[in-house]
């Protein structure tokens, strides 16, 4: 298929959309303040850019893939952004980090005054989903925004869902769904060093719990990073405590209580405090061992 894209932060999930958009046929400029993300982008066919600006220069879409809000405010409408050189007439910026929701209006009323259209776009599945073409899409913005951003979505995603005709209703969704992700991680940890504590073979513990009714897809995939001792970040420790955060926020502007949120967001704040930011949100287990303890498997615990 034809096209440019430029894709700016090429973490796990950036890098991956990047290589499956290459793989596709598209053109794809990558933004990274990291010189090996963008030498790897180089050998799989892609071309670097040095700013955000010179990676957009009319591109057909900006997709963004960086931490938060601060940082896709700063990529696109910044010194050097995106919005300076992004094709206005047919372009489209697809905003895919998880920021509060009233952020993504603010920012797509920002780029709409520069005549930049925007899909607030926030997706899951991580750097598995990114890399094979099979992520989620929690979108809302015009039909316009959609028949734009259309092409390249079809080529990252399996599923596109579309959540309304304004930005901000993809972000209220996504937020939900890491309030259910951060309780799971943290109910998965909790369980493990229960169940360590209690004597019981971790390895034997997580296959009669994957095949109960117990279960969580959360569990599935984040326990054998514990069996590891591999707590290599796929989702760092601090992006919880940046989402669970948004998530606490956001009740607190309705006066709506969120008890589970916020013990998860306690344990992952926990974790960071001790030092296990960068880790992966795993990683939240040996906050239970640092209390009580208990051995973890793998090597480093």
């Known amino acids: 298929m034809s096209g ?17 958009l290459l793989r596709a046929g598209v053109a794809v400029r990558g933004v990274d303040v990291r010189e090996d993300a963008l030498a790897s982008l180089r050998q799989e066919g892609g071309e670097p850019a040095a700013t955000p600006a010179e990676g957009a220069s009319g591109a057909d879409a900006v997709i963004t893939f960086v931490v938060d809000a601060d940082q896709t405010e700063e990529v696109l ?4 952004g995106a919005a300076m050189t992004m094709n206005t007439g047919s372009g489209v910026v697809i905003a895919c980090a998880t920021v509060a929701p009233a952020r993504a209006e603010r920012l797509a009323a920002r780029l709409a005054e520069r005549g930049c259209t925007m899909l607030d776009a926030p997706v899951s599945g991580g750097a598995t989903g990114a890399a094979t073409g099979e992520l989620t899409v929690m979108a809302s913005g015009s039909a316009e925004a959609f028949r734009r951003a259309d092409p390249y979505l079809s080529v990252i995603a399996a ?11 993809g972000s ?30 971790p390895d034997t513990l997580y296959e009669v719990i994957s095949n109960s009714a117990g279960s969580s897809w959360m569990f599935r995939n984040r326990a054998p990073h514990i ?5 290599t970040a796929t ?4 992006i919880f405590v940046k989402d669970l955060g948004i998530v606490l926020e956001t009740g607190r502007s309705l006066t709506f209580p969120l008890p589970l949120a916020a013990s998860a967001h306690q344990l992952f704040t926990m974790a960071s405090a001790q030092g296990l930011g960068r880790e992966d949100d795993s990683a939240v287990i040996k906050v239970y061992a640092a209390n009580t303890g ?3 498997p793998g090597a480093d615990g």
């Open 227 to 231: 069996l590891a001792g591999d707590y």
């Open 235 to 238: 989702s760092a420790v601090d």
């Open 4 to 20: 440019t894209v430029c894709v700016i932060g090429l973490g796990s999930m950036g890098y991956g959309a990047a290589v499956t």
């Open 159 to 169: 599923k596109v869902y579309h959540l309304g005709e304004e930005p901000g209703q």
């Open 294 to 296: 208990i051995p973890l």
């Open 77 to 80: 409408l910044g010194e050097h």
């Open 172 to 201: 209220r969704v996504k937020m939900i769904n890491q309030l259910l992700a951060g309780v799971h991680i943290a109910a998965t940890a909790e369980a493990m060093a229960l169940g360590i504590r209690a004597g019981i073979d």
